[in-house]
């Protein structure tokens, strides 16, 4: 029998704590199966196509926090064809069935300091083709992440298609992103030290996002009109800060697996504890899927701990520890495919014995797969900035490497390994020792440091404005959602006003990847009176 699927329609009229059920009953059908996407929690939509070429602000600068000019700003559109205001727009251009244009605005690094350095942040216009001309409303799309762009669409699709038949969607690769001022181990090399480094990177936080979004809103809506926002994970994330911070630039707020944790200090313990107890979870069901997995997991574990420097080096240059091949649950546990996806990688793990007594290794073929597994080499920000998401006025110091220790040995792959039982993966956690293992991170590591040490985060929410929140809200909430808890996520719920909740088992993390349009028509029709207050 197929597992239950249940959707909950929420919404919270008021300010008090309580959320309100509507339609509980009348909204259960029998489920499909579940499932997630591949890429993990920070990837949405479609494939990234190929690279595209910088653009730069209006001049070079030395190298320091204050004043750098990141590496796109050299190579790209030329000063004298920035606009007045430092809008360009490009032409359009066309994938099947879409029209595209490309925007690229010159903003402050720091909006505290509007006078001094600027980056570039890079949006994508989509239309379905024809309506190029066409008067139609905005929709915002706010990536997964942090520290990763939007995908590029190659032709219409998924839930870009389905929002083109009524909008004008706007694709932002937030800041340090795609073409948004990139950040990467090179750019970033160009500072004199971690400490300039570290500073730097404290202006790539949603609330940063927010004010280019709405210099970008400026920009592109006649007379400043308010659009709609579509926020995906972290985008989700973002868009809660937008609606803490500039709710008079906001129509509509979607949210599909991105609602944060609000509390002031640093709630990354509160949220690492809710994810060890889900990927344990996921763990469980891996192995249940594939039994057989357990001894070539154990196998691979005790083969890298015996290995001179308990590991073997990558095709990266990095190096591959028992604890590294832990990190594949990032995203094999909790996206669409991915315990298949992990189960496959375990297959060519080890080379064939070609020459009888010839010494057993892992085959090029796996290590490389685990190389590219990952994407902390093309996009750093993730890793360095994780934990930074989650702070208000405190320091995170390495939050997901504290609870994992206050959990003992559950997560200790060696010694799991050498009792015969169940290596569990790890999920969305980034460790320190990660920035001495991973090559693209070990230049980043002191920098990483300072930013786990620091405390003095501006705030990223006002529960206030949230409490009194105008602007109707729907939010997809996964209840096996791997990244971002369901308990956590009500919680938050409970205080933004005007707020409905779609909480379902039917998706893991990325439902608007898998089934985009449904998903649309779901929370549209929820604003929009289709799927009324029951």
Known sequence: MAAARFCISRLRAGAGPALSRFGEKSLRTAGRSQRGWTGGAFTAGFAIAAAHSGVRAAAAAPASADSLVTSDQKSGIPQDNVHVGGHKPGDWFKVPELSLRDHYFIVPLDHDKPNGSSITVFAREVVGVGKEDKLLPYLLF?????????ARPTEAGGWVKKACEEYRVVLLDQRGTGLSSPLTTTSLAQFESP?????????????????????????LIPGGEPWSVLGQSYGGFCAVTYLSMAPHGLHHVLLTGGLPPIDDGCTAETVYRACYK??????????????GDAEVVRSVVLHLAQCEGGGVPLPSGGFLTPRGLQLLGLSGLGSSGGLERLHYLFERAWDPILVPGAKKSLSYNFLRAVDDWFDFDTNPLYAIMHESIYCQ??????????VREELGDQ???????SNSTQ????????????????????????????IAEASDWPPLYNKKQLNENKVPVAAAVYYEDLYVNV???EETAAQIQ???????????????????????DQLFGMLKGKYPIR
């Open 142 to 150: 706010l990536q997964g992440g942090p520290g990763f762009e939007c």
């Open 195 to 219: 400490k300039q480094q570290a500073a730097f990177l404290r202006n790539f936080r949603a609330d940063s996002i927010v004010k280019d979004a709405e210099i970008v809103r400026s920009y």
């Open 278 to 291: 889900r990927v344990a979870i996921q763990n469980a069901k891996f192995y249940k899927r594939f039994p």
């Open 393 to 402: 006025g405190a320091a995170s110091n390495w939050a997901a490497h504290r």
């Open 411 to 417: 997560f200790d792959a060696v010694k799991a390994a």
């Open 423 to 450: 290596v569990l993966f790890t999920g969305e956690m980034v460790f320190p020792w990660m920035f001495d293992e991973l090559a693209a991170l070990r230049p980043l590591k002191e920098a990483a440091n300072i």
């Open 487 to 489: 308990t956590l996520s």
């Open 498 to 520: 005007d707020i409905r909740l779609w909480v379902t088992n039917e998706y893991l993390h990325s439902g608007i990847r898998e089934d985009g349009p449904r998903i649309l």
